[in-house]
């Protein structure tokens, strides 16, 4: 089945430190490759966004800092701060297996076993399928490490 998707609308003005692919409509030849896949998938899924720090100005470091972390949330569960998500071995994910990062992405569970806080949206990722989180985690793992 092929259906035409229509372009992104944007109700609000995009800034221009969002990163290149984020309003960019992935076509079928893209997303069939791997990389490509997942590059779209943390884009809609903004988890960019949350795992990125903002700067100096309240505008997100997608230049130096993507994946970084270190972004502060406040709401009824307290406080969370958005972990690293790129390869960095310490500072990162770069040790987690392919398995434990599925956990966090589809349960909220990190690799130490403690339960992720909001607004980690784990319940909403929890149906995605095999071959998209296989795509995100093959993404994840090309994101430079940063520390």
Known sequence: MHRETPAPEYKISLKPEMPTYAGKQATEAELADKLARGRYLLTIAHCLECHTPEGRSVVHDFADASGKGGRTF???WGESVSPNITSDPAAGIGQWSDDE???A????VA???RKLKPPMAYAG???MTAQDLDAIVAFVRTLPPKS
Request: proline share 6%.
């Open 125 to 127: 990722y929890a149906t």
């Open 111 to 113: 690799r130490d076993g």
């Open 74 to 76: 406040r709401g009824p």
């Open 105 to 108: 992405i589809t349960q909220g």
């Open 101 to 103: 990062i599925k956990r």
